[in-house]
């Protein structure tokens, strides 16, 4: 049974970011766990059992007690154990780091998605949408080193994952999405935060990455096109 005693259990797939953002707080949080891969799109029994509603991943189980949704489990993580913060302290900045969670999941995320699954003006559409909202996310960066000021936190492993798949996007898709000359510290954000050891050891195989992505882009291009 996942999760027994003190024990902290994640159910997650190699290549969802979403999933990454969680071990990535579990990493900096220096937690212990288990890790369950889930074999997508099949779904196992104990991932109906643990999150009924959504039936997705990443879920993780503390004590037997079981929480969906990678924000939510990132806050609880953080609630939890209460070393090396990731929100901060002040309510009004912890409010703001929340804000621009949102602002990124319902924003930038969609957009991307869209510029990679979408042919011709749609493509291209999504893809400006996205530099534009990835320029207004900058703003919360400004002046600081991490979006959490001196050290990574929520909102770096929030976002973090953008820049390593949507340079990958660029790739299958041929589509301009981190425009440097844009956004210019947001990039070289990216670079820096993707090239940190605690954070480049969790991420998945990039050759493997890449593979997956390209036959994932070939399935919703075809969908498109039909």
Request: glycine letters at 6%.
């Amino acid at each position: 049974m996942a999760g027994n005693g003190d024990g902290v259990t994640l159910l997650g797939y190699w290549a969802s970011p979403y999933a990454l953002r969680v071990k990535w707080a579990l990493k900096l949080k220096e937690v212990h766990y288990e890790y369950m891969e889930e074999h997508l799109p099949d779904k196992s029994p104990m991932l109906l059992q643990y999150n009924p509603v959504y039936k997705k991943i990443p879920v993780i189980v503390h004590k037997g007690k079981p929480l969906a949704e990678s924000l939510v489990i990132i806050e609880y993580i953080d609630e939890v154990w209460k070393h090396n913060p990731l929100l901060p302290q002040d309510p009004y900045h912890r409010a703001k780091a929340r804000f621009w969670a949102k602002f990124a999941d319902e924003k930038c995320v969609p957009a991307m998605f869209r510029a990679f699954s979408k042919v011709g003006e749609e493509q291209v559409q999504a893809a400006k949408e996205l530099r534009e909202n990835l320029k207004i996310l900058e703003s919360a960066l400004e002046g600081k080193q991490y979006f959490g000021g001196e050290s990574i936190g929520f909102l770096d492993i929030v976002v973090g994952w953008i820049g390593c798949w949507a340079r990958m996007t660029e790739e299958v898709a041929g589509v301009n999405m981190i425009d440097a000359d844009m956004i210019p510290l947001l990039s070289l954000w990216f670079q820096k935060f993707l090239e940190l050891p605690i954070i480049k050891e969790c991420l998945p195989p990039q050759d493997k990455l890449l593979a997956h992505t390209k036959e994932f882009h070939k399935m919703l291009t075809m969908a498109a096109l039909t």
